[in-house]
């Protein structure tokens, strides 16, 4: 299969390469060679590429950012998505794009479904949000996947940011009262190269299993890396981020095991192997 790839540079981007390239032929873009906010660019790009798919994992993901970018967050985040409906409809070509449990507000306090009703909080989740309904209604051949609390051995992630502050912190403050499922990249990406080798067409929700909060997944991050921090619950209100958080975006993997697709490890699994490359490389 010939797959365009947008955002491959990008920490999902890296590890989908690595699941690919070995049995599809990859187009690689960024922004230096594929700005999916000109809709020019992306009908130019693609005409010419003619792919047989085009992944999505180009997103402006900084959500506080967005608060104050609001037009940026708009235009990367729904009007991208858009372009590339648009053509990969007129081209006759399947596009699968990756989405967030930020398109719901966190009140449900049970998993989300697929076809719950979609209620973002913030400028991040409202765009992204947005993105979902250009390409439901402009093109017929999609997948939308959700994911939620990603991390990966490319870019910034909360495990990083947990085993840099361990190394100098004796106690740190973590949120407790926001609930989700962390979820590997390598593991992500795996399940997509799974999903596109047939045309199961839809919206799909697929993270690891089980789920946690902040506060206990850093405990677990130091219990992992065997350092010695006082973690200290705090709530939401107190830790006063620009951006709004849904407080339960646990997503259920519904039509994942509907279409009898293997479950995700659970997210324990995941960030143990993560945590012990990671300790690896950095000694």
Known sequence: MKILITGARGMLGQDLVKMLKDKNELILTGRDN??????????DVISYQKPDLVINAAAYTLV?????????????????PRNLAIVCNEHNISLLHISTDYVFDGKKDTSYLEDDIKSPLGVYGKSKSLAEEYITTLTN????VR????????GNNFIKTMLQLGKNKASINIVNDQFGSPTYTRDL???IATL?????????????????NWYEYAKYIFKLANYKVNVQPIS???????APR?????????LWQLEDLPLLRSYKEAVKEFVENYLRKEA
């Open 34 to 43: 594929l700005e999916i906010t000109n809709y020019h660019q992306c009908n």
């Open 64 to 80: 506080d950012k967005c608060e104050e970018d609001i037009g940026l967050a708009y235009k990367v985040n729904a009007f991208g």
């Open 141 to 144: 051949k999609y997948y939308i």
């Open 147 to 154: 994911t939620s609390w990603l991390f990966g051995e490319h």
């Open 189 to 191: 990406a795996q399940s």
């Open 196 to 212: 596109i080798q047939e045309p199961r067409y839809g919206i799909y929700h697929i993270t690891n299993s089980d789920y946690t």
């Open 236 to 242: 939401t209100e107190e830790f006063n981020r620009p």
């Open 246 to 254: 849904p407080k339960y975006s646990v997503l259920e993997n519904r």
